[in-house]
T-cell receptor, first 112, second 112 residues
């Protein structure tokens, strides 16, 4: 089955700790994205990557970091510098030149 | 990136046709119009995309007038399972490779 997987579905962390969210895709897509969604709000772009070893900041990149060492994987690290990390995080991918983004099931992060 | 405006919420009953209109006055020549559907605690799902006139697939139709400053997503004979948030997005390949902007969407509630 082709698709995007995110793990874990729920994640709990103490304030001040870094945490890494996993995103893997087997769709052979070039581009991958990370979004954040707060309750009742739309999605906001954190980072995106068009090709391996390259990524760009989105609209709310502060306090986050990413890597793209493999085409299939685009992990997101939420650092202690992120002031309000509690949110629903969504990963997506799209083929080169394609308009449709395919989303994973999301990870709900709670930081206390 | 073109900004979009859509109603915050809509109500309907099972079996009715629902039309959700999105305004995008500053759409660029190369921009496509894309609609996504999102259920609670899930990632958005692509519904339909178009550039001009009318596009139809197995789940919806998209109507785009000649000036392209608005678009209407039409859902025929909705069911309870169509209760979701619907996002209208405008973007193209020359606006930063899929750097789409998700607004707050339209919350559709379908009642029995």
């Amino acid at each position: 089955d082709g698709g995007i997987t995110q793990s874990p579905k729920y994640l709990f962390r103490k304030e001040g700790q870094n945490v890494t969210l996993s995103c893997e895709q087997n769709l052979n897509h070039d581009a991958m994205y990370w979004y954040r969604q707060d309750p009742g709000q739309g999605l906001r772009l954190i980072y995106y990557s068009q090709i391996v070893n390259d990524f760009q900041k989105g609209d709310i990149a502060e306090g986050y970091s990413v890597s793209r060492e493999k085409k299939e994987s685009f992990p997101l690290t939420v650092t202690s510098a992120q002031k309000n990390p509690t949110a629903f995080y969504l990963c997506a991918s799209s083929p080169y030149g394609g308009h449709e983004q395919y989303f994973g099931p999301g990870t709900r992060l709670t930081v206390t | 990136l073109a900004k979009t405006t859509q109603p915050i919420s809509m109500d309907s009953y099972e079996g009715q046709e629902v039309n959700i209109t999105c305004s995008h006055n500053n759409i660029a020549t190369n921009d496509y119009i894309t609609w996504y559907q999102q259920f609670p605690s899930q990632g958005p799902r692509f519904i339909i995309q178009g550039y001009k006139t009318k596009v139809t697939n197995e789940v919806a139709s998209l109507f785009i007038p000649a000036d392209r400053k608005s678009s209407t997503l039409s859902l025929p004979r909705v069911s309870l399972s169509d209760t979701a948030v619907y996002y209208c997005l405008v973007g193209g390949l020359n606006t930063g490779f899929q750097k789409l902007v998700f607004g707050t969407g339209t919350r559709l509630l379908v009642s029995p």
